[in-house]
Structure formats: structure tokens, C-alpha cells
């Protein structure tokens, strides 16, 4: 798993790569949260994701319900395959809001 | 004839393999209590259980025991004219041997009975088998936080048993047979020894390791009981822990009186 | 675990389990695979030996000759680092939810968690409400078992039971006890999770429309032996008389001895 940092108009776009589980999500979480708490809004960009699981998701939520507080936004993108499902099975695809694309913002 | 010796071989042998169950379920118990992660939350909630709301009933007891025995002893004492030895009777009585023992029936009564039939409850319902799928061993997380809880409760329960018994004598004594407070007093710290105090403290930890161990085994093990399964079997293996804990409280009490006295 | 296993690896091998008690020799020279990503249902009427066999599996008994492999690693012979790797890898849900008593619900949930992970405390508690909400229990977190009903301490147990997302999930007799509704949303719930997140399911039930609904393979069991594995197909067509006993229990087709029957109804009097 990895993941990175990029900037897209006024967005973080948070680029994650691999597989997120147990022994990662904390990593996730932290630099996660460190974006959010500076005030970005944040794209989640899951092109490169291949697995995602529950603790993953918490991050996410626990992500969406920071960046609400502090006003600023967070999407996923890309969503495929088995995270795809994970978040249709959660019914958080209802919760998050899913782009197919980064460059589908374009403001 | 043979069919009844038979009968007695199966039975000796049943009887040694429960020991051994329980020698090695008191071994993991005892190994539980050095492992990582301890339970503290679950070792505070026992000590509040065993402890804090066991002191109702031992104070009660206490009382009547040490009042009984002024009474027992007046009458005695009077004969041989020595009435004034009252405190140090009443006070030896209680630290040597009434103490430990009352406070561990008492125990046996309340504790080992509700201990044992929960966790035959958590057997029966397989709360054990899912603690061990979890890799969370039941000996560290259930069984070891009551063995220690009992260990630091029930002398210091036993304490108050003496102290409330001295007072319990006291009250009959002084009020009620007219003797003198001070000479009560003086009596017995003229004749209470650190031996008779260590003897005491000795005699409650070895019951409370019977106590809580005889509970906690048989209830561990009721899947083992035969004939009867549910409620019943919880109720009967219930009935032998508070048997057999009396029994073999009372008879390490002798043990424990020949070695100490 | 691995999650890149190829669709047709074996997950757990079961090779000449024989396994018993004291005496008493209940399975004989079991031969069993679950393949990775499969739902196999384990089968069989009461006294076929099915927990027995489901507690060899899960390591809670040790068989008198033969091995259980998991993942490759031998369950009686793994060490213990081994064994607890295993195990946080398996989910188990049993019978009645198997809670511990002195614990809330969602406190029950979140153990795995706080015993075997690092996680921050949000992250747990969102990943307990994540599960409460899949079983449809969202909101009864801070009940205690005694105020369940068995339903609900199933779906309880189940929620527990995924809460690390397990690459292997046993069900123990996830239908005894429920109504017919939702002994079927619990079915699709097996069939949501193994989908979702690629979970190898070993269900134990002797409900056969349950095993119907939800089986990749079914395994038959019958007085400790194995009589046969297949597909949901196969077995509805096996021809073994055990097979067929076990698929076609209508009680109407059963022959009664009139004569028989009538001095059992009227046995004593006068």
C-alpha cells in the first residue's frame, strides 16, 4: 500500500495505491486527518485502490464527518471493483459524495 | 459383586481425572494472571463484586459471631472464674480461626455460587469457545482477574470480620455482662501476637484460592457433567463447588491450624 | 493472509480426520477442501457429527489422527504467533451469538479489536456501528445480550465475528431459531459478505433451503462419515439413500404400521 499527496485546483487529492487493511488504515488515517485539520477540502482518489476494508472505511467516515465540522469537503474517486462494493454494501456510496474522475472537478 | 467393584474403579478414577482438570485449570489460572494484556476493568469490577458488596453481609456476620462468643465465653470464663480474660478469648478466637473460616462460608455462600453459575453459563452458551476462536485466552481474561480479586478482597474481608467480631464482643461484654471496656481492650492487646495475626492472614489467602478456585473450575468444566445439560446442570454443578469449597476450606483449615498454632 | 489467492486454491484441507470422544469415535476418515472464495455447507442430520467436525476445524478439539490445514499451516501443530495469525484471519459465529454476558453489544464487537489491534478508538467505534448497521441492529450498541432477542444475538455474533473482515467466516447454524424472513435476509447477507469482501464461508445448517440458497458445495454428513460432496445440482440428484433421506424428509410419504401406532397412542390404558 502507499499513497500521496497532490494538489488539484484547490483540493488535496489523496492518491491511495495498493491494498488498505488493519495494518495500514492508522497510517491513512493520520495523514488523512492532518489535511482535512489544515483546511482542505479533500479528493479521495481510489484509481490505484484495489482493496479497502472496514477499518479503511471507518478512516474514510471518520474523515467525511472531520471535514464537515471544519467546513471544507471530501469526495472519492474512481471507485471500482472491490471497494466499490465494500461501499455499496456499507450504503455509504449514498453517504459519500463519488466522482469518476479527479479532472471531473473543474472549479 | 464385580459389577459393583467396577463401579467404585470408574468412580476413583473420575474422581482423579477431575483433580487433575482442576490442578491444571488452577496452572493456566495462575499463568493467565502474568499475561499480556491484563484485564484491570474486568480485576476492578470482581474486587467491587467480591470486596466492596460482600461487606454488608460481613459486617452483619461479624457482629453476631463476636457477640455470640462473649456470650459463649462469659459463660465458660465464669466458671473458672476469668472473666476478664474475655477480650483476649473473644479476639483469639475470632483472629485464629472464627474469622477466616465465617468470612469464607460466607463467601462460599455469595461468591462462589453466583461465580460458579456464571461461568458455567458462559460455558454452556460457548462464550469460552468464542473467546478462544478470538485468540483471546479465557484463562487470562475471565478466570485470572477473579482468582487475584478474591486473593486481595477476601483477607482484607476477613480483617473486618475480626475487627467488627472484637467489637460485636465488646458491645455484649461491656454493656450487657458489665465488664470493663479497657480491660476488654487491654486484654487483647496484651494478648494478640503477630503470629495470631499472620495466621490469620495466611488461613484467609489459602481460602480464597479454594474458594474462587473450586468455583470457578466446576463451572468451567460443567459440559462435562453427565445426564444433565442447560439449567440443570448449571444448578448441580453449582450445589458441588459450594459443597466442595466448605469442605475443602474446612479441612485446610485444620491443615493450616497444625502447621500455625 | 494473502488476498491474491487464485479462485480455485484450497483455503482449509481437511485430510482422514478421525476424531471422538473419550471412547466414543465420532468421525471417520474425513476428506474435505474449501476453496478460496467458496460457500461450502456442511450438512447433516442430528448426531451426524457436523459440530464435531466444526470444532476440529476451528482448532477447539484435537483429532485423535489426521491433519486440518489452514492456509497451509497444520492447526494442531502451529505454534503460537502461528495459531493467533490464524485465528484473527477466522470468524466464528455460534449458536445463540455466544456474547459474553457482561458486556454491551457493541463492547462485545469492538473486542477483537481492542484485544489484537492498534486502532484508534474512532476508527473502532465507527467500524462497530459499520457492522451493527449491515446486520440491521444499528442503534442497539449499548444494550446488553440479556435485553436480545435470539435473532438479534445472532446477527450480534455474526457482527463480531466479521469485525476484522476475516478472510474465513464459520456459521454455526445460522438459522435455527429465526423466522423464515429472516432466515432468508440472513442468507443474503452470507452471500452480500462473501461477495463484497471475498469471504470463504463454512456454514454449518441443517436447513436445506437455507443450503440451497447459499451453497457453492454442500458436503453431506451422515453418523461421522462423509457420504458426499457437490454442487447444490449434484447432491438434489445424488442417488445415495442417505442423500435422498436427508433432501426428502416429507413426513406424509413416511409408512406407518396402523396396528403399531394405534397401541403406541393408547399404551396403559385400560
Not at chain 1, 471507518?58 to 472519492?76: C, P, R
Not at chain 3, 484508534?120 to 449491515?134: A, F, G, P, Q, S
Request: glycine share 8%.
Amino acid at each position: 500500500m502507499s499513497f500521496d499527496c497532490s494538489d488539484h485546483l484547490h483540493y488535496k487529492v489523496l492518491h491511495l495505491t495498493g491494498e488498505i487493511d488493519l495494518s495500514n488504515s492508522s497510517e491513512v488515517r493520520r495523514c488523512l486527518l492532518d489535511i482535512i485539520n489544515q483546511g482542505n477540502s479533500v479528493i479521495v482518489d481510489f484509481s490505484g485502490l484495489t482493496y479497502i476494508d472496514s477499518s479503511g472505511m471507518a478512516t474514510l467516515v471518520e474523515g467525511l464527518n472531520t471535514a464537515n465540522k471544519k467546513n471544507v469537503s471530501l469526495m472519492i474517486a474512481a471507485a471500482n471493483g472491490a471497494p466499490l462494493q465494500v461501499l455499496e454494501l456499507t450504503r455509504l456510496n449514498q453517504v459519500f459524495s463519488l466522482i469518476d474522475s479527479v479532472s471531473d472537478i473543474q472549479e | 459383586m464385580f459389577a459393583q467393584i467396577e463401579k467404585l474403579g470408574a468412580a476413583t478414577i473420575q474422581k482423579f481425572e477431575e483433580v487433575g482438570r482442576l490442578s491444571v485449570f488452577l496452572y493456566r489460572t495462575v499463568l493467565g494472571l502474568v499475561s499480556r494484556p491484563f484485564g484491570f476493568k474486568e480485576l476492578l469490577k470482581q474486587i467491587a463484586f467480591i470486596g466492596a458488596r460482600s461487606m454488608p453481609i460481613i459486617l452483619l456476620s461479624g457482629l453476631f459471631t463476636g457477640m455470640v462468643l462473649a456470650l459463649q465465653f462469659y459463660d465458660v470464663l465464669a466458671r473458672f472464674g476469668s472473666v476478664d480474660l474475655m477480650g483476649s478469648a473473644v479476639s483469639l478466637s475470632l483472629i485464629q480461626e472464627l474469622g477466616p473460616v465465617m468470612t469464607a462460608l460466607m463467601l462460599i455462600a455469595r461468591v462462589g455460587s453466583s461465580t460458579c453459575a456464571e461461568i458455567a453459563i458462559m460455558r454452556n452458551e460457548q462464550q469460552f469457545d468464542a473467546l478462544t476462536c478470538m485468540a483471546i485466552s479465557p484463562y487470562r481474561y475471565v478466570m485470572a482477574p477473579r482468582l487475584l480479586a478474591a486473593i486481595i478482597s477476601i483477607p482484607l474481608l476477613t480483617a473486618v470480620f475480626n475487627l467488627i467480631g472484637i467489637f460485636g464482643g465488646y458491645v455484649v461484654g461491656v454493656f450487657i455482662k458489665g465488664l470493663s471496656g479497657t480491660a476488654y481492650m487491654q486484654t487483647i492487646i496484651d494478648t494478640i501476637t503477630w503470629s495470631d495475626l499472620r495466621m490469620s492472614i495466611v488461613k484467609s489467602f489459602i481460602f480464597a484460592v479454594i474458594i474462587i478456585w473450586i468455583s470457578m473450575g466446576k463451572g468451567f468444566f460443567v459440559h462435562l457433567e453427565k445426564g444433565v445439560s442447560g439449567a440443570e446442570s448449571v444448578g448441580r454443578v453449582t450445589t458441588k463447588a459450594v459443597v466442595a469449597s466448605a469442605i475443602t476450606m474446612l479441612f485446610a483449615d485444620y491443615i493450616a491450624s497444625s502447621f500455625l498454632i | 493472509m494473502n488476498r491474491n489467492f487464485a479462485e480455485s486454491s484450497v483455503l482449509i484441507d481437511v485430510k482422514n480426520l478421525n476424531s471422538g470422544y473419550g471412547n466414543r469415535h465420532v468421525l471417520h476418515d474425513i476428506n474435505l477442501s474449501v476453496n478460496d472464495g467458496e460457500i461450502l455447507v456442511i450438512m447433516g442430520g442430528s448426531g451426524s457429527g457436523k459440530s464435531t467436525l466444526l470444532r476440529n476445524m476451528l482448532g477447539l478439539k484435537k483429532p485423535s489422527e489426521g491433519q486440518i490445514l489452514i492456509d497451509g499451516m497444520d492447526l494442531c501443530h502451529a505454534n503460537k504467533s502461528e495459531l493467533l495469525k490464524l485465528r484473527r484471519s477466522m470468524g466464528v459465529a455460534f449458536q445463540g451469538g455466544a456474547l459474553l454476558s457482561s458486556l454491551s453489544v457493541g463492547e462485545n464487537i469492538k473486542l477483537p479489536l481492542r484485544q489484537h489491534t492498534d486502532l484508534d478508538e474512532n476508527t473502532i467505534n465507527i467500524m462497530m456501528r459499520l457492522k451493527l448497521e449491515l446486520m440491521n441492529l444499528a442503534g442497539y450498541e449499548d444494550l446488553m445480550p440479556s435485553e436480545l432477542s435470539g435473532g438479534m444475538l445472532k446477527r450480534a455474533g455474526l457482527a463480531r465475528a466479521v469485525i476484522m473482515d476475516p478472510k474465513i467466516l464459520f456459521f454455526d447454524e445460522p438459522s435455527a431459531g429465526l423466522d423464515p424472513v429472516t432466515s432468508v435476509e440472513l442468507d443474503q447477507l452470507i452471500l452480500k459478505l462473501r461477495k463484497a469482501m471475498n469471504m470463504t464461508i463454512v456454514v454449518v445448517t441443517h436447513e436445506l433451503e437455507s443450503a440451497f440458497t447459499i451453497a457453492d458445495r454442500i458436503a453431506v454428513l451422515f453418523d461421522g462419515e462423509l457420504v458426499t460432496t457437490g454442487t447444490v445440482g449434484e447432491i438434489k440428484t445424488c442417488t445415495d439413500e442417505r442423500v435422498v433421506n436427508l433432501i426428502n424428509r416429507s413426513p406424509r410419504d413416511i409408512q406407518i404400521d396402523a396396528e403399531k401406532y394405534l397401541s403406541r397412542l393408547t399404551k396403559g390404558a385400560n
